[in-house]
């Protein structure tokens, strides 16, 4: 027990670790105080946090912002306008022609709602509405693509329009699948990390095939 | 549990020669893996060997023990790794002479995951692979303007999955009837069958994607090559169940499963494939108000 006296703790080596204050006694305040806050301010919060999760999507890095405030506001904002996109005014025509505004947005929703349960029922971690959340925010460099694709349709419809299309698309969907994977692959188990991602694959897939085969009339 | 000992360890001492016998690769492999996650199953199946009713009926009892309206239910049908489904995926489209899909690659563990990523990957593959070849085939036409064809989505999407589903179905009900008349050795549950559909499928992916070639002769080679694969391993899995039935049901419900085969697998390739045009220009016929129609050959 002699030894024991002799242990000191040496100026030069850091003591550090994190001291975490738990965050919801914080909530009455909060909730006290949006009440009167001005209108512009709570939604001003709310697009900031939309728009700091388009950065994140664009720059997938391992942050956590997407999965921990998860929102639905920023996929539908996507969704929609994607949906709107897609529309090449054939709508009088009857033609076997694209796809209509419902099925764009029912592919999307649904979609992602199939991948969300194929990823649970394997064992997933994630909570149901953050998947939806990262799979909806991914689809941002996709919508790009859909409107580089139309600024390229304006421009002309030849063959090196096409090749421009192609490229723009392929590269987006790689960006897409990429994106979402960074985020959605930590929650999956190790050995069946290749079932989760592949519905993602072909769910991104289709996206892009019915932005590339997009033919205004 | 003191009898399943002494009846494991009388099985253990007798025939190592069948436990060899039936060891192939996809096994071995699997027996490896299933070393490092499950040894207590892993074990039963060596000393078992594949005759694994006992095994099937132990585990129906640990398996099915949620009620059907939990998540847990239903997380039972999806406990497969990646390397089980690529097996179960191998084992549809080369199949092995004598051996039965069922017993070698499912093994009471029938997945949903299989059956349905494979009918949604096959209902996008018909229909983009068809409207490239319909692109490909009309390219250079004057009268053609591309549409991308979306309705066939969900036309694809119902004739496919009814044929994964329905046809399931229809035939586990009919062995269930045939099983209370003779006495089958052999029967499988619901679930297994749609596994096995679901799996067989498979093939039919590649399928069309070869179909985007616009030669006749070779659409058809491709029909009949697939259709040959994945309509045998569905044959070497019901033949089993049925042999011991009467001959001419037994050899009419064989012939019932390959037809249905045939026919969706023909009748995707007439529906969302046009027929690639032989090469001549079609005939114009002049019209007495000045058009002209362009007639299709």
Same mark, same amino acid.
């Given at each position: 027990?002699?030894?024991?006296?002799?242990?000191?703790?040496?100026?030069?080596?850091?003591?550090?670790?994190?001291?975490?204050?738990?965050?919801?006694?914080?909530?009455?305040?909060?909730?006290?105080?949006?009440?009167?806050?001005?209108?512009?301010?709570?939604?001003?919060?709310?697009?900031?946090?939309?728009?700091?999760?388009?950065?994140?999507?664009?720059?997938?890095?391992?942050?956590?912002?997407?999965?921990?405030?998860?929102?639905?506001?920023?996929?539908?904002?996507?969704?929609?306008?994607?949906?709107?996109?897609?529309?090449?005014?054939?709508?009088?025509?009857?033609?076997?022609?694209?796809?209509?505004?419902?099925?764009?947005?029912?592919?999307?929703?649904?979609?992602?709602? $199939?991948?969300? /349960?194929?990823?649970?029922?394997?064992? #997933? +971690?994630? =909570? *149901?509405?953050?998947? &939806?959340? @990262?799979?909806?925010?991914?689809?941002?460099?996709?919508?790009?693509?859909?409107? $580089?694709?139309? /600024?390229?349709?304006?421009?002309?419809? #030849? +063959?090196? =329009? *096409?090749?421009?299309? &192609?490229? @723009?698309?392929?590269?987006?969907?790689?960006?897409?699948?990429?994106?979402?994977?960074?985020?959605?692959?930590?929650?999956?188990?190790?050995?069946?990390?290749?079932?989760?991602?592949?519905?993602?694959?072909?769910?991104?897939?289709?996206?892009?095939?019915?932005?590339?085969?997009?033919?205004?009339? | 549990?003191?009898?399943?000992?002494?009846?494991?360890?009388?099985?253990?001492?007798?025939?190592?020669?069948?436990?060899?016998?039936?060891?192939?690769?996809?096994?071995?492999?699997?027996?490896?893996?299933?070393?490092?996650?499950?040894?207590?199953?892993?074990?039963?199946?060596?000393?078992?060997?594949?005759?694994?009713?006992?095994?099937?009926?132990?585990?129906?009892?640990?398996?099915?023990?949620?009620?059907?309206?939990?998540?847990?239910?239903?997380?039972?049908?999806?406990?497969?790794?990646?390397?089980?489904?690529?097996?179960?995926?191998?084992?549809?489209?080369?199949?092995?002479?004598?051996?039965?899909?069922?017993?070698?690659?499912?093994?009471?563990?029938?997945?949903?995951?299989?059956?349905?990523?494979?009918?949604?990957?096959?209902?996008?593959?018909?229909?983009?692979?068809?409207?490239?070849?319909?692109?490909?085939?009309?390219?250079?036409?004057?009268?053609?303007?591309?549409?991308?064809?979306?309705?066939?989505?969900?036309?694809?999407?119902?004739?496919?999955?009814?044929?994964?589903?329905?046809?399931?179905?229809?035939?586990?009900?009919?062995?269930?009837?045939?099983?209370?008349?003779?006495?089958?050795?052999?029967?499988?549950?619901?679930?297994?069958?749609?596994?096995?559909?679901?799996?067989?499928?498979?093939?039919?992916?590649?399928?069309?994607?070869?179909?985007?070639?616009?030669?006749?002769?070779?659409?058809?080679?491709?029909?009949?090559?697939?259709?040959?694969?994945?309509?045998?391993?569905?044959?070497?899995?019901?033949?089993?169940?049925?042999?011991?039935?009467?001959?001419?049901?037994?050899?009419?419900?064989?012939?019932?499963?390959?037809?249905?085969?045939?026919?969706?697998?023909?009748?995707?390739?007439?529906?969302?494939?046009?027929?690639?045009?032989?090469?001549?220009?079609?005939?114009?016929?002049?019209?007495?108000?000045?058009?002209?129609?362009?007639?299709?050959?």
């Amino acid at each position: 027990f002699a030894d024991l006296a002799d242990v000191s703790i040496a100026e030069d080596i850091p003591v550090e670790g994190e001291i975490t204050v738990p965050v919801g006694s914080r909530s009455p305040d909060d909730d006290y105080s949006t009440l009167d806050e001005p209108v512009r301010d709570t939604i001003m919060r709310d697009l900031k946090a939309v728009g700091k999760k388009f950065v994140h999507v664009m720059y997938p890095k391992k942050s956590s912002a997407l999965l921990r405030d998860w929102d639905l506001w920023g996929p539908l904002v996507l969704c929609v306008s994607l949906a709107l996109m897609l529309q090449g005014g054939s709508a009088d025509s009857k033609d076997d022609g694209g796809p209509q505004f419902a099925e764009v947005f029912v592919i999307i929703w649904f979609g992602a709602v $199939v991948i969300t /349960l194929n990823s649970k029922l394997l064992g #997933g +971690t994630i =909570s *149901f509405f953050q998947s &939806l959340c @990262v799979l909806g925010y991914c689809v941002l460099p996709l919508t790009v693509a859909m409107l $580089v694709c139309r /600024l390229v349709l304006l421009a002309g419809s #030849g +063959t090196v =329009s *096409f090749i421009i299309r &192609l490229i @723009v698309v392929v590269a987006m969907f790689g960006w897409s699948t990429l994106a979402s994977t960074a985020f959605l692959a930590d929650s999956q188990p190790p050995n069946r990390k290749a079932l989760v991602v592949y519905p993602i694959f072909l769910f991104y897939f289709v996206i892009s095939w019915m932005i590339l085969t997009f033919t205004p009339q | 549990f003191a009898e399943f000992d002494d009846a494991a360890n009388l099985l253990a001492a007798n025939p190592d020669a069948t436990t060899i016998s039936i060891d192939e690769p996809a096994e071995i492999s699997k027996n490896q893996h299933g070393r490092l996650q499950e040894p207590g199953r892993e074990e039963d199946d060596e000393l078992l060997g594949t005759d694994d009713s006992d095994k099937t009926e132990l585990l129906a009892g640990q398996k099915k023990s949620a009620p059907f309206w939990t998540f847990d239910y239903y997380q039972m049908f999806f406990d497969v790794d990646t390397y089980q489904v690529l097996d179960r995926i191998k084992g549809s489209v080369f199949p092995v002479p004598g051996k039965n899909f069922v017993r070698l690659y499912i093994r009471s563990n029938p997945d949903l995951y299989g059956p349905f990523w494979i009918c949604a990957t096959l209902v996008f593959t018909i229909a983009v692979s068809g409207n490239l070849s319909n692109f490909f085939i009309h390219l250079g036409k004057p009268t053609y303007h591309y549409v991308p064809e979306f309705r066939k989505v969900s036309i694809a999407a119902t004739a496919i999955y009814a044929y994964a589903w329905l046809v399931p179905l229809a035939l586990w009900g009919f062995l269930m009837w045939r099983n209370s008349k003779v006495m089958n050795i052999v029967s499988y549950s619901f679930l297994e069958i749609v596994c096995v559909y679901g799996y067989s499928l498979f093939i039919y992916i590649p399928t069309a994607i070869l179909w985007i070639i616009p030669q006749k002769v070779v659409r058809w080679v491709l029909v009949m090559f697939s259709l040959c694969l994945s309509g045998s391993v569905l044959v070497m899995t019901f033949w089993p169940a049925v042999r011991d039935d009467n001959r001419r049901i037994a050899l009419a419900t064989v012939g019932t499963i390959v037809l249905l085969h045939a026919l969706l697998a023909v009748g995707c390739l007439a529906y969302f494939f046009d027929a690639p045009e032989l090469d001549f220009p079609a005939p114009i016929i002049p019209v007495h108000n000045g058009t002209t129609i362009i007639t299709k050959s």
